[in-house]
C-alpha cells in the first residue's frame, strides 16, 4: 500500500517536473531544482532531466547547470533550516546508532564546508547533508555557498561527460 502510494507520487511528480522543464525552460529547470533538493527522501536523479533538457533544446551545459545548481542550492537551504529549527530531529539524529550518520557528522564537524562540497557532488540515494549541517548549526552563508558551487560543479561535471561521452562515442561509430 505504502509502496503504491510512494510509487504514484514519484510518477506523478517526474511527469510533473518534466512537463514544467518543458513549459518554462530555463525557469522550469530552476523550480524543478528547488523542489527535488528540498527534501530528504524522494531521490528523483535531477541530471536526467537536465540531460534531456539539453538534446531538446541544444542551450550551454554551463547555463543549465548554472539554472539547475542555483534552484538546488535553495532547494537545499528549505531543509538546511528544517535540521536548524528541528529539536525533535536533533534528539533523534543525537541519539541514532548508524555508522554512516555518526561518520558524516564527524566529517561534517572536522572539515565543515569541504565534507559538505564532497557530499554534495557525490550523487547519494538518501540527501541528509543540509539535515546534518542545520542540526549541527553551520554557517548558513557557508552552507548556501557550498551547496551553490558544488550543485553547479556536479550537475555541469554529468551534462559534460554524457555530452562528450555521446559524442565521443557517435563519432567512434561514424555519427558524428
Known amino acids: 500500500m505504502a509502496s503504491d502510494i510512494l510509487s504514484g507520487f514519484l510518477s506523478w511528480f517526474s511527469t510533473t517536473g ?7 525552460g530555463l ?14 527522501f524522494f531521490g528523483i536523479p535531477m541530471e536526467i532531466l537536465l540531460i534531456a533538457f539539453y538534446y531538446s533544446t541544444r ?7 548554472l539554472a539547475a545548481g542555483s534552484g538546488a ?13 528541528s529539536k525533535w530531529l536533533s534528539g533523534k ?16 564537524n572536522a572539515k565543515g564546508p569541504i565534507a559538505e562540497f564532497i557530499l554534495f557532488v557525490i550523487p547519494l540515494p538518501i540527501d541528509f547533508v543540509g539535515i546534518m549541517c542545520g542540526i549541527m548549526k553551520m554557517n548558513p552563508l557557508k552552507f548556501f555557498l557550498t551547496a551553490l558551487i558544488a550543485k553547479i560543479a556536479r ?18 561509430f561514424g555519427f558524428g
Do not use: C, H
Open 18 to 24: 518534466a512537463s514544467t522543464i518543458a513549459q518554462f
Open 27 to 40: 525557469l522550469g529547470i530552476f523550480a524543478t531544482a528547488i523542489a527535488l533538493n528540498a527534501t530528504v
Open 59 to 65: 542551450i550551454d551545459p554551463l547555463i543549465i547547470a
Open 73 to 85: 542550492a535553495i532547494g537545499e537551504m528549505i531543509i538546511f533550516y528544517a535540521g536548524w529549527k
Open 93 to 108: 539524529v543525537e541519539k541514532s546508532k548508524s555508522k554512516l550518520l555518526q561518520k558524516v557528522r564527524r566529517e561534517i
Open 155 to 172: 550537475y555541469y561535471l554529468v551534462m559534460a561527460l554524457v555530452v562528450w561521452g555521446i559524442g565521443l562515442i557517435a563519432r567512434l
